[in-house]
């Protein structure tokens, strides 16, 4: 079990190392100019010296007048000290606008699970202990209709509905822009505000927060939900199921301690993908909310060919891709006990 | 009606003084409703008195495990179950399902056919195990967690303190029916159904487990229904027999007679097709043809299609249980059943009833084993 781990961890380095090695080759391959698009397009059509010169001197900040393999071992000998290039956008070390982007989208993250765990399974659970029935319809009526409607258009109507009209969603941003932030500890302004004590402020960013969570939350959750009713549903059929029944055990032991803890283990391998479109979600939502993520963060920086800032980004996608898929296998030997069993040997 | 204290073990003794039957099953059919209706049982009637061991014998899709299950209401919702399910003065069928969990598990248990698929592969032993003393015995985590460790050990499982927190993967075939059984027999239920409970295991382990259930039932004079569909099981273990084909009971005697006197011609010839040791057999006899389709019923009796000693009457009445007479006299035309059916009437098998075979024209009594030559 701890050399499990430990060897999934020894090898995530070389993970993210082949990771630089594509983002950083495919960004060459792009057949546009980062400078030119940096200086809005008059830079490399017009051989003006005095617009040479600024070429040049961008192309010698950034180092694009060397070759590629050096460009490149000079990138991964400076990530290993933990300098990722400046941004282009921001004129910021990228390491420092990560900094700052990266705590916002775990809480944003770490929320939505949170909802789609919450209201996923039991919904999940309450649709297979009725399958059949009207209420079972009902549900797989709307979780198709929810797994179907595009993330972004759930969250412009809602966020104009919930925001513009019903005045019921916070606005923009993590913070009412009175509201003074709480000391930085962690860049997380719930932690924060807790670590503070500052009440007011928590319950201020929670209600900030509620709105892009539960768009992405109860999209997963609504996926989750169906997964753990077709789980559920051949739990139910199973031979343990009857045999606990059999036992006189009440209906909620029977679908909650017997069937659900059987249904469940695919739950975890779908997080895992589910990940993947939680990311992908979070680009959408954040720019429709104004969350000063890593979801904007990339979305500007692609939409200006910030290289430096781009290879950022992808590498803490990566990096949370490495250490979500090392969460799903370890919470299979939770859920399991037969591959904790077959981890020992 | 059953007395509101219902303290474990006092409906054995109760129903003894009662000295009616502890079980009474009548006119119990079972209908799946699957793309067509599948008939499994027929209007089976039968008693179970205390402290009986009783067989119930037929072959795959005869109808016995759906017979069974159906006692304690267990089968699928696409189950259609009618007729009335007597335990201990209670009717079973009328009882609410919160009524009926506080009968399953504590006055009826059950040992499964595959302790493969019957035990939850993601809850340790114990905790399958303390639930059921937890529920109907009242017991505290810990009280209960003592105790079943003690079951485990009676049941035969080595170091059953230990193997308390193992998963069932990590028993044998053999042990995870032993902690079923334990499981069953845990708060001393009046009825123990043990629905084909050798049927997945290794052919050495099989006695074993059969021991231990004759053990435990004789022990407790707790009454068990033994479903099998292997007459060797039945042999060793039980006092009556009942034999079902095609959703109905065919033959019902004591254990010896329905050994050394089958008068059902189904009975004969499933005792043609046991393998047997003092012969030498180039094949294994089998019954010909193929076993009625219970989705489309037939008029008449079911087995007549496969009978050699089938006579005109078979093909349209379905022939009810009846008496054999003591003092049979065979004819040339076969036996002269008309007086037998007007002299005992049609009868319901039970501790005290006769030989009762449901066939126009039993043939003269074979004997497939001898009654002290099988063994289980």
């Known amino acids: 079990m701890r050399w499990f781990v430990l060897r999934r ?178 860049g997380m302004v719930t932690v924060d505000s807790i670590l503070a004590r500052q009440w007011d402020v928590l319950l201020d960013t929670l209600h900030h927060l509620a709105f892009p969570a539960l768009v992405l939350g109860l999209v997963i959750g609504f996926y989750f939900a169906r ?42 391998t779908l997080s895992g993908l589910a990940f993947g479109s939680l990311l992908t979600g979070i680009i959408v939502v954040e720019h429709v909310v104004g969350w000063p993520g890593l979801g904007q963060y990339a979305f500007s920086a692609a939409t200006r060919l910030d290289l430096n800032a781009i290879a950022g980004v992808v590498l803490v996608i990566s990096l949370a891709y490495v250490l979500a898929n090392l969460a799903v296998d370890l919470l299979y030997t939770v859920a399991d006990p037969r591959v904790r069993d077959g981890l020992k040997s | 009606m059953k007395s509101p204290v219902a303290e474990p073990g006092t409906i054995v003794a109760d129903a003894a003084e009662a000295d009616g039957p502890l079980l009474s099953v009548r006119d119990l059919s079972v209908t799946f409703r699957a793309e067509s209706l599948v008939r499994a049982v027929r209007t089976v009637s039968y008693d179970l008195a205390v402290g009986e061991q009783v067989g119930l014998v037929g072959e795959s899709g005869s109808g016995k495990s759906a017979g069974a299950l159906a006692l304690a209401r267990l089968l699928p919702e696409y189950a259609d179950v009618s007729g009335t399910v007597t335990l201990d003065g209670t009717n079973l069928m009328r009882l609410t399902e919160r ?83 334990a499981m069953a027999v845990a708060p001393r239920p009046a009825l123990l159904i043990a629905d084909e409970p050798t049927t997945a295991l290794d052919v050495t382990v099989q006695a074993q487990i059969l021991e231990l259930l004759d053990e435990l039932t004789s022990q407790h004079r707790t009454t068990m229904l033994l479903i099998t569909h292997d007459l060797g099981v039945v042999a060793g273990v039980t006092q009556r027999v009942m034999v079902m084909y095609a959703g109905r009971i065919v033959e019902s005697s004591t254990t010896a007679d329905v050994f050394t006197r089958a008068s059902h011609p189904y009975t004969v010839a499933l005792h043609r097709s046991l393998p047997r040791i003092d012969l030498r057999q180039e094949r294994l006899v089998t019954i010909e043809g193929q076993p009625p389709d219970p989705t489309r019923p037939a008029e008449g009796c079911p087995f007549a299609p496969r009978c ?25 035309g076969g036996w002269n059943m008309t007086s037998i059916q007007d002299a005992d009437g049609v009868q319901v098998p039970g501790p005290a009833s006769p030989h009762l075979t449901a066939c126009w024209n039993p043939p003269a009594p074979v004997g497939g084993l001898s009654e002290r030559g099988s063994t289980p």
Not at chain 1, 156 to 177: C, E, H, K, N, S
Not at chain 1, 250 to 260: E, G, I, N, Q, T
Not at chain 2, 113 to 119: E, N, R, T, V, Y
Not at chain 2, 145 to 168: E, F, I, K, T
């Open chain 2, 99 to 181: 009524e009926l969990r506080e009968v399953r598990g504590d006055q009826i248990g059950i040992v499964y056919q595959d302790p493969f698929s019957s035990l939850n592969p993601v809850l340790t032993i114990g905790k399958q195990l303390a639930e059921v003393l937890r529920k109907h015995k009242r017991l505290g985590a810990r009280a209960a967690r003592r105790q079943a460790a003690q079951l485990l050990g009676s049941v035969g499982v080595p170091n059953a303190d230990d193997r308390l927190s193992d998963y069932p993967h990590q028993f044998s075939g053999g042990m995870r029916q032993r902690a079923v059984i």
């Open chain 1, 9 to 186: 961890l020894a090898l995530a380095p070389f993970v993210l190392l082949g990771m630089t090695c594509i983002t950083f080759f495919v960004s060459q391959l792009i057949p546009v100019d980062p400078v030119a698009a940096y200086l809005g397009g008059r830079g490399a059509a017009q051989s003006d010296a005095a617009e040479q010169a600024i070429i040049d001197a961008l192309n010698a900040r950034w180092g694009w007048d060397k070759p590629i393999p050096e460009r490149y071992w000079i990138y991964v000998t400076n990530l290993l000290q933990g300098d990722m290039g400046e941004s282009s956008h921001s004129a910021r070390a990228v390491s420092t606008d990560l900094a700052n982007v990266v705590p916002p989208t775990i809480e944003l993250v770490v929320a939505a699970l949170l909802v789609a765990f919450v209201f996923g399974i039991p919904l999940g659970v309450f649709a297979a202990a009725r399958r059949g029935g009207l209420w079972d319809t009902a549900f797989k009526v709307v979780s198709t209709l929810a797994i179907s409607v595009p993330v972004f258009w759930l969250a412009i109507v809602g966020f104009t509905v919930f925001y513009g009209r019903l005045g019921w969603a916070a606005g923009p941003g993590q913070l009412d822009i009175f509201t003074r932030p709480p000391p930085e500890v962690t």
């Open chain 2, 308 to 332: 050699p000693s089938r006579i005109d009457r078979c093909a349209t009445e379905d022939p009810p249980l009846m008496t054999i007479p003591t003092a049979r006299r065979a004819t040339a």
């Open chain 1, 227 to 268: 997964v753990v009713r077709s789980e559920m549903v051949d739990a139910l059929e199973s031979d343990y199921v009857r045999t606990a029944r059999g036992k006189g055990l009440r209906r909620r032991l029977v679908l909650y301690r017997h069937a659900l803890r059987n249904a469940v283990i695919p739950v975890i």
